[in-house]
Nanobody, 129 residues
Framework: QVQMVESGGGLVQAGGSLRLSCAASGRTSSSDPMGWFRQAPGKEREFVAG????????AYVDSAKGRFTISRDNAKNTVYLQMNSLKPEDTAVYYC??????????????????????WGQGTQVTVSS
């Protein structure tokens, strides 16, 4: 079993920054891909960013490119999402996730919900205009 605990959400003005953290514990490996998703009211959950175990490969949704940065500290089993230049449309509950199943590609970064196995409880990010 794997437990994921997010932190760092909050209320920020447009143009501001937030850093989300997600600590994983239990049966998880530093090689497991990790990702961030978000869900706004009335919308489906969407992929935001993902990272391979080594940190050498990352992927972002187009709306996050140039503003968000995903990183990980494998010694702490923690993944981060640095969010800069926040916009009101970034308002959502943000979830971190980790893939527990074997992934056969050394470079592929999972971007779909079904490709991840364990999820955190979510942290609210609200960006005011």
């Amino acid at each position: 079993q794997v437990q994921m605990v997010e932190s760092g959400g909050g209320l920020v003005q447009a143009g501001g920054s937030l850093r989300l953290s997600c600590a994983a514990s239990g049966r998880t490996s530093s090689s497991d891909p990790m990702g961030w998703f978000r869900q706004a009211p009335g919308k489906e959950r969407e992929f935001v960013a993902g990272i391979r175990g080594s940190g050498s490969r990352t992927a972002y949704v187009d709306s996050a490119k140039g503003r968000f940065t995903i990183s990980r500290d494998n010694a702490k089993n923690t993944v981060y999402l640095q969010m800069n230049s926040l916009k009101p449309e970034d308002t959502a509950v943000y979830y971190c996730a980790v893939r527990g199943r074997t992934i056969w590609s050394s470079t592929y970064v999972p971007t779909s919900q079904h490709e991840y196995d364990y999820w955190g409880q979510g942290t609210q990010v609200t960006v005011s205009s």
